[in-house]
């Protein structure tokens, strides 16, 4: 694969503003000069993630996160940094030039290609779907009369129809110079007989309705496509009613929301999300002026998906089925909504019916109804696992309550937890204090419970955040990033024998010296070619991405500079006691002239180098 050019790189960055980055994912709100919102990497409740316009970079207190436009779209997006920089290029409308003369179509990252790949797929379904043809006039009379949907609504969800015969798509691709790699792995093909031949790729969705499945920013990750009178006899999935692409480098199921990319546009504090079923429940939605429906790709719910809804809204409202499906959907639900702190409403619909049916006969209005009757987490908890407490033995009394106690505490929040249990007491006509205790034993139960011995190497395994700027390098460092007049005079105080090579800061700063020494600092947006690993990007993005101190900066620098001048000879001061007690009881000319050199040592101490003010 080519390198992209550094010119097109730093023009990318020139070009592109962070915050038109990080709104489609992250609801932001003016704070000051800079930008805040809710993190994208970790629940929370309250704001931790800031962005900075002027210096075109984020940072995430919760997580640690820091960086650019090219590392927030590498961590939410799951990237390269070459495919974030090609992401990034094709949405803002960026020419990229490559070393080499450039990439090809086979050379082009293989997500990218994919997405090129359902792109062109999507708008060959829909022009089958508008052709003069007998099965595109069934589908659409399908669409329109049975299941009662508007032509305009095809329009905006991009509604289209795989013809019987795969071939015409797989030519006009191979005609395009789409790899065999890609087009294997794009999921509108299945391989059958052997050989790197375009023969052997076969359509996976044949004469049945598309709907394309679009990630949150909007791009054609998948299909699901819906069984017709017209699908063929031979096809081996004839009696699926729906089949969806398979899991991809650009789909996993468990992430995407169907209808998330045009519902976030409209969500918000006051504006709840509507989770509903599948993917047609959510066009009837939004042909019924409920713009914010969202649905799972036919699994349960899942946290990132619910994560996802957070960033946007601090509130769900679940519109169920009444049958049991319904009722275990809510109960799986359930944990997770606690967990991340979203406010989860359920809105059970009458026995029999479905979004669909249900919105075509009362329209919007009618779930004013159901909202009035709405339950929340705990309230249906407590319906479900406590439907009369009263009739009820002590018994099975206390196993429904550890059943609505297990939910409670996957909340990290004591107040939240406090609210819920006096939600308990109030709803299953409880004393407070008894459930308050009963939980707090359960509680404590489950945590020996789920001690593991491996629970240390685990959380040692995982990626921490960076430190706080609280060591006298990364005070140094900042320093000289910061106010980098003081750069050339620090340089020519600290000695590389000060630093500790192993420790990322010190490495950095034995850098930034460097460039300071030989006259060569271009400043810091010329800071990138000294950057190795992910963690020094990490650590230079969080010191650049808002001054971490108001004090004079000669008297920080000089602070530092003590502490490291102090730390250095204590080491040496130390080694030389080693020395001499290795020798014993032996007073000789060496370990007098050892003693002497401790005395001087600790007289230096008293005496760090110290800038003055500049």
Not at 259 to 278: C, Q
Request: hydrophobic share 40%; glycine share 6%.
């Amino acid at each position: 694969m080519g390198v992209i050019k550094k010119s097109s790189l730093e023009e990318l960055k020139n070009r592109i503003n962070i915050v038109d980055v990080v709104s489609p994912v992250v609801t932001l709100k003016r704070s000051g000069s800079q930008f805040k919102g809710l993190s994208p990497f970790n629940p929370e409740k309250n704001p931790s993630f800031f962005v900075s316009p002027e210096r075109n970079l984020f940072k995430c207190f919760s997580s640690g996160m820091a960086g650019d436009i090219f590392t927030f779209v590498m961590e939410t997006e799951r990237l390269t940094f070459q495919e974030a920089a090609e992401t990034l290029a094709q949405r803002f409308g960026v020419k990229l030039e490559y070393e080499k003369g450039g990439l090809d179509r086979e050379e082009r990252s293989l997500r990218q290609t994919i997405f090129d790949i359902h792109d062109i797929a999507a708008a060959y379904f829909r022009e089958h779907l508008l052709g003069p043809d007998d099965d595109a006039a069934f589908t659409r009379a399908y669409w329109e009369n049975e299941r009662g949907f508007s032509a305009d609504l095809a329009e905006t969800f991009q509604i289209g129809l795989a013809p019987p015969d795969g071939s015409e798509l797989r030519r006009r691709l191979i005609d395009r110079r789409f790899p065999m790699e890609a087009l294997r792995k794009c999921g509108l093909f299945y391989e059958r007989g052997s050989g790197n031949r375009p023969e052997s790729l076969h359509a996976r969705f044949r004469n049945r309705l598309m709907i394309p499945i679009r990630d949150h920013q909007g791009r054609v990750v998948a299909f699901t496509a819906r069984q017709l009178g017209i699908t063929p006899r031979d096809d081996p999935t004839r009696e699926a009613k729906y089949i969806n692409s398979p899991e991809t480098p650009v789909f996993s199921k468990s992430r995407i929301l169907f209808g998330l990319d045009r519902a976030r546009l409209e969500a918000g504090e006051d504006k709840p999300f509507l989770l509903v079923e599948g993917q047609l429940d959510v066009m009837r939605c939004h042909e019924q002026g409920l713009p914010t429906a969202v649905a799972p790709q036919g699994t349960a719910i899942t946290e990132a998906q619910l994560a996802l809804l957070k960033r946007y809204s601090p509130t769900v409202e679940c519109l169920l089925d009444a049958d049991s499906a319904g009722q275990k959907a809510a109960l799986r639900l359930l944990p997770l909504a606690v967990k991340l702190g979203l406010e989860a409403r359920f809105l059970t619909l009458p026995e029999g019916e479905d979004p669909d049916s249900f919105l075509r006969a009362g329209g919007p209005t009618a779930l004013d109804c159901l909202r009035a009757e709405s339950a929340s987490a705990i309230e249906l908890a407590v319906r479900t696992f406590l439907p009369s407490s009263d009739a009820l033995g002590p018994e099975k009394k206390t196993q429904a309550l550890e059943q609505i106690f297990e939910i409670i505490r996957q909340s990290d929040s004591e107040v939240t937890r406090g609210e819920h249990l006096r939600a308990v007491s109030r709803l299953a006509r409880l004393p407070e204090t008894a459930v308050v205790v009963d939980f707090a034993h359960h509680d404590r139960r489950r945590r020996r419970q789920t001690v593991s011995p491996r629970a240390d190497g685990d959380a040692a395994g995982r990626q921490a955040p960076p430190a706080k700027l609280s060591t006298a390098v990364e005070t140094l460092l900042a320093v000289c990033l910061h106010d980098d007049h003081l750069g050339k005079p620090i340089s020519e105080m600290v000695e590389h024998a000060w630093l500790d090579p192993s420790e990322t800061a010190a490495r950095l700063l034995n850098r930034v010296l460097a460039e300071f020494e030989h006259d060569e600092w271009a400043g810091v947006g010329e800071l990138d070619h000294l950057l190795e690993t992910e963690e020094e990007r990490r650590l230079i993005h969080s010191i650049l991405f808002r001054k971490p101190y108001d004090d004079s900066p000669e008297k920080l620098a000089n602070q530092a500079l003590k502490v490291l001048h102090q730390e250095h000879l204590n080491r040496k001061i130390k080694k030389i006691e080693l020395e001499i007690a290795n020798n014993g009881e032996i007073l000789d000319d060496g370990t007098v002239y050892l003693q002497r050199q401790i005395i001087e040592f600790r007289r230096r101490k008293s005496n760090p180098p110290k800038l003055e003010a500049i």
